[in-house]
């Protein structure tokens, strides 16, 4: 494992992370085993988030008493000062530390987003008074929407930037990463597999090590599939594409081209409220949580599909034509049969 500096925070990270969410489907003991299995093969940097359920705890657990080993990052999807400054002395109980190395606003996706963040109240100022308070070292951000993850990074107020690449999602590379790299921003890889969309894991890296300077934050669910850590580092970078691998990239792309929701955000608002975008992931949402958690996490949003009226507002705006009315209705449908097989499990 090969360790570089994240932008120019100072903090020597792994070239390859460890991403919360997958440890949420697993028990304690054993998310702890994941973990610890991560750091043997030279893993030093965990991302987590408040709203991934019990990911934090686990963390914690996992590496109580070698905190100094580590530096982990984490999140808060709330928009006001209060919540954050909330979230983050929970964020330190869960973890059971005393700082934070990396903590970032989660999910600016729309400008609303990011003028209620850096409002006089806003969630920014709770971070940086945390970071005043030495509760946190660095300040980050997270988005899935491109346009406005090139605002964030050149507003010049955080260190680091999260956003989706991978080999489906490869938006990143055209204006979002040389403006990071031209900044001295970390640039953090969301879904590397493209939340578990991407089957080949070694494929995937494959694409991913072409490039130098970013970290791939890939979650693991299983010792097994951790212990695939060794052969992605074996790739070298920057590595090149065999023909092999470019045809299995584009057999990727054209099966998943019609109905692969990337999350950026431009279909809405919703003339109806319909929380869009949740209810596009519901299928990959549920396959990487237990499905009683994913059903908690995401029900809000499922139960908002019942308000779509098929006015295709949506449909305009979105880049990638997808037929959004059809595929949430869908999710719908397979959401009431999991909420009819929760209802059962309690009754018996
Ligand atoms: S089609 Fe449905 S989800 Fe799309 S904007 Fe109209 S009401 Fe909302
Ligand atoms: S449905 Fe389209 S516009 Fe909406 S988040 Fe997904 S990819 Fe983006």
């Not at 709203?51 to 657990?61: F, L, M, P, R, V």
């Not at 921003?185 to 995937?204: R, Y």
């Not at 499905?291 to 295709?312: D, G, P, R």
């Not at 507002?313 to 037929?323: F, I």
Request: glycine share 8%.
């Amino acid at each position: 494992m090969k360790y570089i500096e994240l932008g120019h925070t100072g903090m020597l990270v792994s070239e390859i992370g460890f991403g919360g969410i997958p440890i949420i489907r697993l028990g304690t003991d054993s998310a702890v085993k994941v973990l610890r299995r991560a750091f043997e093969h030279g893993i030093n940097f965990y991302d987590t988030a408040n709203a991934y359920h019990d990911s934090q705890n686990k963390i914690g657990k996992a590496f109580y008493g070698m905190r100094d080993k580590v530096l982990i990052a984490t999140k808060t999807i709330l928009r006001d000062a209060n919540g954050a400054g909330q979230q983050i002395d929970d964020s330190l109980r869960a973890l059971e530390t005393d700082y934070i190395d990396l903590f970032q606003l989660h999910q600016i996706a729309q400008q609303k987003d990011f003028e209620a963040v850096t409002a006089p109240g806003g969630a920014l100022e709770a971070v940086m008074q945390a970071k005043q308070a030495g509760k946190i070292r660095h300040i980050g951000v997270t988005s899935h929407n491109l346009e406005m993850a090139v605002t964030l990074v050149k507003s010049g107020l955080f260190s680091t930037i999260q956003f989706p690449f991978n080999f489906i999602e490869t938006e990143a590379l055209e204006e979002l990463h040389p403006a990071a790299r031209a900044r001295g921003m970390g640039i953090l890889v969301m879904k590397p597999f493209a939340g578990g969309v991407i089957d080949n894991g070694m494929l995937a890296f494959k694409f991913l090590r072409q490039y130098s300077g970013i970290i791939p934050l890939p979650g693991f669910d299983s010792l097994s599939a951790v212990d695939d850590i060794p052969a992605f580092l074996s790739i070298p970078i920057p590595n090149t594409l065999t023909d092999q691998d470019s045809a299995l990239i584009e057999g990727y792309r054209l099966s998943l081209g019609r109905n692969f929701c990337r999350r950026c955000e431009y279909c809405q608002p919703c003339p109806n409220g319909v929380l869009i975008t949740m209810a596009m992931g519901y299928p990959i949402i549920v396959s990487r949580m237990d499905f009683k958690v994913a059903m908690n996490f995401a029900q809000k949003a499922m139960e908002s599909v019942a308000l779509c009226e098929n006015c295709e507002e949506c449909l305009d705006r979105c880049p990638y034509d997808l037929p959004i009315p059809e595929i949430i209705k869908h999710n719908y449908e397979l959401y009431l049969e999991h909420r009819s097989r929760l209802a059962a499990s309690s009754d018996s």
